[in-house]
C-alpha cells in the first residue's frame, strides 16, 4: 500500500504535511480513551446533550476550529457508541458524501445563509432513476431534461 495516497477506503492511512494519520487507528484510539474516560454503552442522550452545549459555542464564535472540532469528536464517540467499528464508521462517511454528492440541491445563490440547504426530496433521484417518478420540484422532472449537481441541463 502507497502510504503517500488516501483512496478513502476503510482502515487506508494517508500522508498530510510529512506526518501519517490513520483514520481508522485514530477511532480505535479514541474509542478506547472515551471507554475509559465516560465508561461503556450508548450514552447517546448524554453525547447529543454535549452536542448542543459545543453548537451554542460555535454559534457564540463561528469561526473557532475547536468548538467544531469538538462536534466532530462527539458525533464519532456516538457512532461508535452506536455499535459501528472504526471501518463500518469511515465506510458510511464515504458512502454518506457520496450519497450527498449525486443529490440534487437547490441553488445556493437563491437561499439564506441562516437557513440550511436541503436536498430536493426525490426517491427516484435517490435510488439513481433519473427517468421516471421524480417527486414535484426535483429539477430532473420536467421535460425529460437531466440537471447535474452544478445545475446544469442536458436532455435525459
Known sequence: MNKKQNDNGAGRCAESSGSMFCFASHLHRQREWSTKTFGPGTRAK????HIRKELCEIESDPKDLTEWIDVVILALDGAWRSGASPEQIIGALVMKQTKNENRNWPDWRTMSEDQAICHVACAACDRGDFQLGHADGC?????GEVRDRAGDSGRA
Open 139 to 143: 429539477p430532473n422532472s420536467s421535460n
Open 46 to 49: 448524554g453525547v447529543v446533550d
